[in-house]
């Protein structure tokens, strides 16, 4: 299977640089298995596309102001952006920079204090940040917002909050899980109210989601790591709503992988049940493999050639989806972080 299977061509204005004023203002393209037709609805009509005894499961991720600037000893600029707080005052960072530093080399951060350079791994470099508070404070007056590459403009003030879903909770993410921006609370209270239940995972979206697919064949493509954590309570929600006949939905293609990480069988896990799991998750689902974990899936729309659009194509078929992005396209529906969604339905099995 090849990257450029994967490819579509998406007029530049659709791509979102903002989001609505509203959370749920966005637009909702339902994709049913084929034949049905697609449906175009707004986002807060999904409690009538549910039903009670359904089950919502979230990414309660929450974004970390990543970004930072600052100055070699040579005099050339650097950009950091943190991609894993590793505890105390050290994090994993990719830099962007004309020449490499190496070990012991230091960075005068713009933002006041040092980031010295301890040793690199591949395209990240392990950093000791010598600042004037505890590391994960600092950086939520000290860093920059990491928005996607895509949004050509700098961060704002409503970016702090907008590129934050509503139940974010649990920090470590450079990137929102951005399914979840299109629930506001009132919509929250509408679900809960009707019998939808909510459950959580944790994965924290990682600096390797910004990074392209550099491999035409995909067998040949190493999947970046993320940490996540499906604990017993969750586990134990899917199970109960199994059992009474609910669905199993998530929000967002981060759930996805968590849970069917979760969900793999090794030897302790025979049977590949769902089951507790925390630790780093390298899965790269494609078309061929079977997800089983989730029922239905709401998803932003991806970019091309992406793992993403990839993991999507695994789960309602490529032609279908492919089918639904090239409606969407005519319909003129926003992409990407900012943009509108879809309510995936899984491919027909025989």
């Known amino acids: 299977m090849k990257k450029s299977d994967f490819t579509y061509d998406l007029p530049p204005g659709l791509i979102a640089q903002a989001p609505l004023p509203q959370r749920s203002a966005s637009r909702l393209l339902q994709v049913p298995p084929a034949p049905a037709p697609f449906s175009d609805h707004v986002f807060s009509d999904l409690p009538g596309l549910l039903r009670a005894g359904d089950l919502l499961v979230f990414n309660d991720t929450r974004v970390i102001p990543a970004r930072l600037f600052g100055t070699k000893a040579t005099g050339g ?3 950091i952006l943190i991609e894993r707080l590793l505890g105390g005052a050290d994090a994993r960072a990719q830099l962007g920079v004309s020449k490499s530093p190496k070990a012991g080399a230091r960075i005068t951060l713009d933002a006041g204090g040092v980031a010295e350079v301890l040793g690199r791994d591949g395209e990240f470099y392990h950093l000791r940040f010598h600042v004037a508070e505890g590391l994960e404070q600092w950086l939520l007056h000290a860093g920059r917002l990491p928005l996607p590459p895509y949004i050509q403009r700098e ?15 649990n920090t470590g993410a450079v990137a929102a899980p951005t399914a979840g921006l ?7 209270d509408t679900l809960a109210a009707m019998g939808v239940q909510s459950g959580h995972v944790t994965l924290h979206v990682g600096a390797g989601t910004f990074q392209p697919v550099r491999v035409d064949d995909l067998s040949e493509h190493v999947m970046h790591s993320e940490w996540i954590n499906v604990g017993a309570a969750l586990v134990e929600q899917v199970r109960r709503t199994r059992a ?4 199993v939905i998530a929000v967002g293609t981060t759930v996805v992988r968590a849970l069917e990480t979760a969900i793999q069988r090794t030897d302790a896990n025979p049977d590949g049940e769902l089951q507790p799991f925390a630790g780093e998750s390298r899965l790269f689902i494609l078309p061929g493999y ?13 970019l091309p050639e ?3 659009l990839m993991m999507v194509s695994a789960f309602a078929g490529k032609e279908r989806v492919f089918a639904a992005y090239r409606h969407a396209i005519d319909a003129g529906y926003r992409f990407f972080s900012y943009g509108d969604a879809m309510l ?6 025989a």
């Open 182 to 188: 299109h629930f506001d609370q009132p919509l929250l």
């Open 290 to 302: 079977r997800i089983r974990s989730v029922d239905a899936l709401v998803t932003n729309f991806h």
């Open 244 to 247: 009474a006949g609910g669905r």
């Open 77 to 79: 600029r650097v950009e």
């Open 344 to 349: 995936l339905w899984p491919e027909a099995r």
């Open 306 to 308: 992406s793992t993403l």
């Open 155 to 169: 961060p704002g003030a409503d970016d702090a909050e907008r590129y934050q879903t509503v139940f974010a909770r």
